[in-house]
């Protein structure tokens, strides 16, 4: 017995055809994630009879199908529906696969709260931190025991600001502190998330939709007398990534493999982001960053915001920084410009390049 296969096709398949055999004699998942795959000598999934349990639920097609969305961290939209689709019409079953995906997305994003085999809270130093299993590792564990001298070193220093500082940590990771100065940013969090929580679970629900985004390890929020002044997130590091637009730049007549592949992958990105139902009020070039083979990774989780179902108004709002700062990084031309596009619509599931482009030529730019 080996650990679960990679998503391809063939393996979502036989996925699928598990999980519909589970559900038909009565069993369910009691803590559904990939984790609790399995594969055996002959490449076929199962879920151990141990991670098993009788229930009702099974019968509840939008709570069922949710099981076998749960066990596959990492498809986009489009996939997920297809999926949904293939165990609908193995059950028998109809059911409004887009709504349940967005009931599903929302018990998901709650899940990195909650003690179960993913998550756990650990008291470290002066502080209870919200912690990733399977991302901690040794060298995390003296940073979330004195977060703050990682924060004072200048050798391991990317950031000192007002609002944010951001440092260079060992075990491959970044630690980032947000500093609530202000009194009424103080009196907010009384009642309110923190950035450093809202990051962490941001981070989480994007890469279970497939989002690149660097994976959080932990989150804790330091409180004196009941009221929060300051929060700490530890993410992973993505090493040997630049800037989004300096990567356009570089590659600018020099690799245009590279550059072609950096533009459909930002629209692609973007396009996932809106077809999950996540709006960007801060989206810009600089807060893509690109690997040496032209990966697109977001980073600044600040300006995301989940609003169920992406509208034209938000779209085109959300687009239209992007479309105007990608020309600065080396004179793009409109086929540049579309195969972004394209990217995106496909994506998202909606609409057309042309169509979006005609909005974005047309509609006064800020």
Known sequence: MTTAAPLDQPYLDALTR?????????????????SVVAVDDEGSPFVPAAELEKRSQSQVPRLAVGQLWSLVHGLSPRRLLRLGEAYCRLRGT???LEEALVEHAAVERERCFHSNRDFKTMQLGDLTWHVRRELLKDAHLPILEAPNAYLEDEEGLLKSGRGTTLALTPGGSVLKRFNLKKKRNI?????????????????????????????????????????????????E???????????????????????????????????????????????????????????????????????KRINEEVRIKNLRRM????????????????????????????????????????????
């Open 94 to 96: 109809e059911i409004d």
């Open 323 to 366: 479309v105007r700062d990608l020309p600065v990084y080396g004179e793009l031309t409109v086929r540049d410009r579309l195969r972004f596009l394209r990217s995106y619509t496909r994506a998202a599931r909606t609409g057309s390049a042309k169509e979006i482009f005609r909005k974005l030529a047309v509609e006064p730019l800020p």
């Open 18 to 34: 598990c999980v519909v055999a589970l559900h038909e004699r009565g069993d369910f998942i009691h803590d559904p994630s990939p």
């Open 187 to 235: 009196l907010k969090h009384r009642f309110a998330a923190t950035r450093a929580r809202s990051a962490f679970q941001k981070a989480y629900a994007l890469e279970i939709m497939g989002i690149r985004t660097p994976r959080a390890v932990a989150f804790a929020d330091r409180s004196t007398l009941g009221l929060i002044h300051s929060s700490y997130l530890l993410v």
């Open 237 to 307: 590091e993505v090493p040997e990534v630049m800037e989004g637009g300096e990567a356009l730049r570089r590659w600018n007549g020099s690799d245009a493999a590279h550059r072609r592949r950096a533009l459909s992958g930002a629209g692609a990105l973007i396009g996932r982001l809106h077809g999950a139902g996540f709006a960007n009020r801060d989206l810009k070039s600089s807060n893509l960053l690109a690997t040496t083979e032209g990966e697109i990774w977001l980073i600044d989780l600040d300006g995301v915001e989940h609003v």
